[in-house]
């Protein structure tokens, strides 16, 4: 199918299945594809919207982890669908779930009250363990409150997989670095060096976001010199060096905001995944300049294409496509984890 055929044939299909489908889609997607969505936002406000959506068909153009937040909020009868269900995210398997479960458990085994709390961009595995230990869910929206949250239910935290946005997120509450500890997680536990662990209030699991990486000092230094007055905005997965050296660091909601709000005639260095850099430089063109701070690309993002999305929709018509299916065991742990963020972050 051609890109005018997959374009035609979403639009057909949309106007014939009407208040039966809600194609939603996460600000990283191809321009191609979140052209046809009804729905846009960060992880927190997907996960939000899902539950109010009326449709009984939602197709989710986002990536894996997305999908199954949004089948676990999902009412009855709901069925959400993938149009590339092998979209993942680096990040989220960096941390499997049986060596969450194994460490995590070594470390209450210390005798502290250890809450887990885990980045949305998790499996739902993940999420399953993190619930049954009494934890939480966070995204890069909501990870100060949610933060704060955890602390308040034990005695430490520990925060699952991006120890950039753990730390990130420890900047802004002033946790000193020695109550900070990155785990050693290889040997499936074994490394951990518990009485460094047990001397801190923030245990962070060491994955991070292969994209996110890529951004350093030396291009913020190479951009304020070039765009002297430049406004440079970054995603909190970026490493701590980062986002104290740029001016605002938040989700990609607030990051579009941040652009929006910036003066007529300034110039906006943003640093995360290229797709939503495109868009605003697109949208803000001849008012702002909006430039990557380096292109970098999410290739699980960029899978889901506008053909997936025709051949999808076409097999949800048909009542051919295999909507995301949660393991019955993991349902109900999972979906409370996620409820506990949902109901701190009222
Ligand atoms: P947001 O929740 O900020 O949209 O981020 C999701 C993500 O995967 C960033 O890499
Ligand atoms: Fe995962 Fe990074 Fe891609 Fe976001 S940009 S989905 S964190 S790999």
Redesign the pocket.
Known sequence: MNTQNSYDTIQEIRSRMGSRLTIMG???QHETVIRHTELR????ELARKTSQVDAEHIVFCG?YFMGESSALLARHGQKIYLPEPDAN?V?SQMAPAERVDRVLTALSGRGRRIVPLTY??SSVAVKAVVGRHGGSVC???NARTMLEWAFAQGDAVLFIPDKNLAANTADALQIPFEKRHILNIRQNGAAIDFDAADRADLLMWPGC?A??ARFNLRQIATMREAHPGCRIVV?P?CSPDVVRQADAAG????IIRYTEEAPEGSTVVVG??INLVERLAAQYAGRKTVLPLLESA?SHMNSVTEEKLAATLTAVENGTCAPVMVPLEMQDNARVALERMLQACA
């Open positions: 996460h600000h990283y936002g960060d992880s927190l990536v995210c990040m949305v961009n995204t890069s929206a976001c994209i996110h995603h997965e989700s990609t909601s607030f995360t995944e999410c």
